[in-house]
């Protein structure tokens, strides 16, 4: 497209994470010499679409929501990506994390491209109807894009196993049969896999004891501190605090606790399932979340929504590890004073890719109808990520780069040689 073309497209994408998550593209572009025919095809999603989703509330009157789903790269396969119901979704939001998910994907070696799905609405206060209509609604809308051999949504902020099976649902009324595999992080019972709700928990926790042992810090004397403590935070602490570093400090969206001697998880993680937040929490000191990052720890785990580490606070953390659980946590600008100070960035792209590469081993344990046990799963995915993890090391070192231009770099490098390969059609 010409150049103002390019501009009026951007500007329909305009968003903060967007802006981020290109910038982030350009400088490992750059650092591969990459053809500037390739730069342009990856700025751009290779399809958007964009719905109207008119459901009718509980007390009769019509509410129409605004979704979207975004398709960024299929050179290596199907489009894989989570759907997030939230208040701030936007399309340019959606659009970089389906890149994200395009570079995260190759990373991994899944044979998938990256997408990304959403609504704009607050499911808090919808009720289990409203939530239902919406969701039926949703799919029927994107239907002519996804499917298991085109699309396969998963979970993400927002939504859980119960949305994933009336997606299934609703798929499977269209099509005339029953559709398993059209998305992943359904319940067990209706071909969900084993392993999946602590995935991404459990690919983080992989990745921080390899960045531990990289750095030669001893696990039992260490401390950990968790922005957001929903799926992927809760599960992370569980499985640290079992291997002996001390989990300090927590927030989710309500507030913030700290405890320097350590807070008792097997009282935390049902006292917050029963009030719904960690405030509160007998024993431990409330704080507010900003002033919890900037406390003294060995891991720093954003693990909540974008933006949490930017230029103001990135000189004040005081933590050897930021293990990025959540997408786009960390602003350029702090990316690089962060770098600069010595602090071992676990990135994104790599650190929470355990959901999706257990999403892929459910997948394929649909289409074949055979299912794998839960040890197998773990053992599965610790190989993957911590391949991919040593890969992106062993880059990091031996080009003297940081480790998220090391892991941008990999995964980018394998989307050109793809495309290079299947050339352009026409």
Not at 25 to 36: G, K, S, V, Y
Not at 234 to 263: F, N
């Amino acid at each position: 497209m010409s150049e103002n073309e390019n501009r009026e497209w951007l500007g329909e994408l305009d968003h903060p994470e967007y802006k981020l998550a290109l910038a982030q593209f350009e400088r490992a572009a750059a650092r591969l010499n990459l053809d500037p025919n390739l730069c342009e095809r990856f700025k751009s999603p290779q399809r958007t679409l964009t719905v109207s989703i008119p459901i009718r509330r509980d007390d009769g009157h019509v509410e129409v929501f605004r979704g979207y789903r975004v398709q960024h790269d299929s050179a290596l396969g199907p489009f894989k990506g989570g759907i997030r119901y939230h208040p701030s979704v936007t399309l340019g939001e959606t659009a970089a994390l389906a890149m994200r998910m395009t570079w995260k994907c190759a990373l991994a070696g899944l044979p998938y491209g990256g997408a990304k799905g959403g609504v704009r609405c607050d499911p808090k206060i919808l009720s289990r109807n409203e939530l239902q209509r919406l969701t039926r609604r949703y799919t029927a809308e994107i239907f002519p894009i996804i499917g298991p051999d085109q699309d396969i949504p998963a979970p993400d902020v927002g939504t859980n196993e119960q949305v994933m099976a009336w997606i299934m649902d609703t798929y499977s009324q269209f099509k005339g049969y029953s559709v398993a595999e059209v998305v992943t992080g359904k319940p067990i019972s209706i071909g969900g896999s084993l392993g999946r709700e602590e995935a991404t928990g459990r690919g983080l926790f992989v990745t921080i004891l390899e960045a531990m042992r990289h750095l030669n810090l001893p696990v039992t004397s260490s401390t950990a501190i968790i922005q957001g403590f929903g799926n992927v935070g809760r599960h992370t602490a569980r499985m640290l605090s079992a291997h002996g570093v001390q989990v300090i400090g927590v927030s989710d969206s309500k507030g913030a606790i700290y405890d320097p001697r350590g807070l008792d998880l097997a009282r935390l993680l049902p006292y917050k399932e029963q009030t719904e937040s960690v405030v509160g929490f007998p024993g431990a000191d409330p704080i507010s979340p900003e002033d919890l990052l900037e406390q003294p720890c060995t891991v720093l785990i954003p693990a909540a929504l974008a933006g949490a580490i930017h230029i103001k606070n990135a000189g004040r953390l005081r933590c050897r590890i930021l293990a990025e659980g959540a997408n786009g946590p960390t602003n350029l600008d702090a990316d690089v004073l962060l770098n600069d100070r010595g602090i071992f960035i676990l990135p994104d792209i790599l650190a929470n890719a355990g959901g999706v590469i257990v999403s892929y081993f459910e997948w394929v344990q649909d289409l074949q109808n055979y299912f794998w046990n839960e040890k197998e799963i773990q053992n599965r995915l610790a190989e993957i990520i911590t391949e991919a993890f040593q890969r992106v090391l062993a880059r990091s070192l031996s080009e003297k780069v940081d480790m998220r231009l090391a892991a941008m770099m990999t995964g980018i490098e394998k989307i050109a040689s793809a495309h290079l390969l299947r050339g352009l059609y026409p």
